[in-house]
Nanobody
Framework: QAQLVESGGGLVEPGGSLRLSCTASGFNLDYYAIGWFRQAPGKEREWVSCISGGGGRTSYTPAVKGRFTISRDDAVDTVYLSMTSLNVEDTAIYYC??????????????WGQGTQVTVSP
């Protein structure tokens, strides 16, 4: 069964760092564009970052640009989201999803289960 599995979330202090992983299970991730999204308590889910199949193009929402880096290693079917300078506003459940990556990054119906990131003193 094809699925995306996120990992790497946790509790971190403001200013800290985390690296999230999104690993494909049951299929090869090569050539698939993948996006990261997040949903904070009481808020709608929002787009964070996307990476094209092959990794040649990336994009970020302004709130995370310069602090987060998306990358991929297709040899292990994994997309990463490296997060630095975390602040309390980054607290959310983070999801990865298959996306249509044209002029914008639009999620498909293929989502992972999410991983919780909590930034707290």
């Amino acid at each position: 069964q094809a699925q995306l599995v996120e990992s790497g979330g946790g509790l971190v202090e403001p200013g800290g760092s985390l690296r999230l992983s999104c690993t494909a299970s049951g299929f090869n991730l090569d050539y698939y564009a993948i996006g990261w999204f997040r949903q904070a308590p009481g808020k709608e889910r929002e787009w964070v970052s996307c990476i094209s199949g092959g990794g040649g193009r990336t994009s970020y929402t302004p709130a995370v640009k310069g602090r987060f880096t998306i990358s991929r290693d297709d040899a292990v079917d994994t997309v990463y989201l490296s997060m630095t300078s975390l602040n309390v506003e980054d607290t959310a459940i983070y999801y990865c999803a298959g996306v249509k990556y044209g002029s914008s990054c639009e999620p498909t119906d293929f989502w992972g289960q999410g991983t919780q990131v909590t930034v707290s003193p």
